[in-house]
């Protein structure tokens, strides 16, 4: 059963091992920190004008540089990536929530299986952007709209991975002896079941996460996502694009930032999937 599955402090062992992982982690910790702390740690707010330094070059007064506006482009960086962080986070969780009941649902009930997988097939049909823009324009442009519009996008992915997890899991023979007692139909699919799957669910969780802050930056490149008073890394590489050649930092800093923290995200899963699988662990 779950006997194999390393314990939590050899999960951490082999997961560290990896020089890799640890300078993402130590990334990714910065931008968490930074947007929890953005209150404090940036010199100036994140609407605060100074039209006569507009497009100002880095430099020591403004690290970053300024805007169009004669904004601190590094305090406008850190506000949008406590939005990024928010949303992917939100995104991660929610998605799973949904992905989890979709795929219980269509894996430990024969008579759902047919209906509900084909409705994960359809979903998963569209265009992630493309169904992702109609969504959030049905919805409006808000955070919570933009976090439940992804979630609907991505919950899918959770589904399916819980569903063949399900399948598998549901012939063993501790299931079978739950059933023969007569356990409750809940306490099967959540102490039995959901509890032998949480790796690969904690795994494709930290992919979307990644794929829930690209996708927003995106949507708010597009002009479609959280209303463009709100900082956000896409809305500020969509304002740089017109002073290319000019003001290149403009451009540079939110870019540097979505790539830093999408690409750590994804080295983090591979090392969380590698440190579950008790196969590839031994190798790691």
């Known amino acids: 059963m779950s006997g194999a599955a390393p314990s939590e402090a050899s999960l951490w062992k082999v997961l560290i091992q990896r020089r890799s992982v640890q300078i993402c982690l130590l990334i990714l ?26 497009l100002t070059a880095p430099g020591a007064t403004w690290l970053l540089g300024t805007d169009e506006f004669g904004r601190d482009i590094l ?6 990536g406590r939005v990024s962080l928010i949303v992917g986070f939100g995104v991660a969780t929610v998605s799973s929530v949904i992905g989890i009941f979709l795929g219980l649902l269509a894996g430990f009930f ?12 359809a979903m998963m049909a569209f265009p992630d952007i493309l169904l992702a823009i109609s969504l959030v324009a049905a919805f409006g442009g808000s955070v919570a709209n ?20 399900t399948l598998v899991i549901r012939e063993l023979a501790y299931v079978e002896a739950a059933h023969a007692l007569g356990t409750a139909t809940w306490r099967i699919l959540i ?16 992919f979307i996460f990644a794929y829930a802050m690209l996708a927003e930056a995106g949507l708010s490149f597009l002009g479609v996502g959280i209303d463009s ?8 590489i969509n304002a740089g694009r017109q002073y ?6 403009m451009i540079l800093a939110p870019g540097i930032a979505i790539t830093l923290c999408v690409l750590s995200l994804q080295i983090v899963g591979d090392g969380l999937r590698d440190a579950l699988d008790p196969r590839l662990s031994k190798e790691v």
């Open 244 to 249: 290319i050649g000019i003001a290149d930092w």
């Open 229 to 236: 008073e709100t900082p956000t890394w896409g809305t500020m």
């Open 75 to 80: 305090t406008r960086l850190i506000y949008a």
């Open 191 to 206: 102490f039995h079941i959901l509890r032998n799957m949480v790796s690969p669910v904690i795994v494709q969780a930290t």
């Open 29 to 54: 910790s910065v931008f968490l920190v930074a947007a929890i702390l953005a209150d404090v740690v940036t010199p100036y707010g994140p609407r605060e004008m100074s039209v006569r330094n507009r």
């Open 146 to 165: 933009v976090v439940l519009a992804l979630s609907i996008v991505y919950a899918p992915r959770i589904a399916r991975t819980v569903r063949a997890s």
């Open 110 to 121: 024969r008579v759902l299986d047919a209906p509900v997988s084909r409705f994960i097939d």
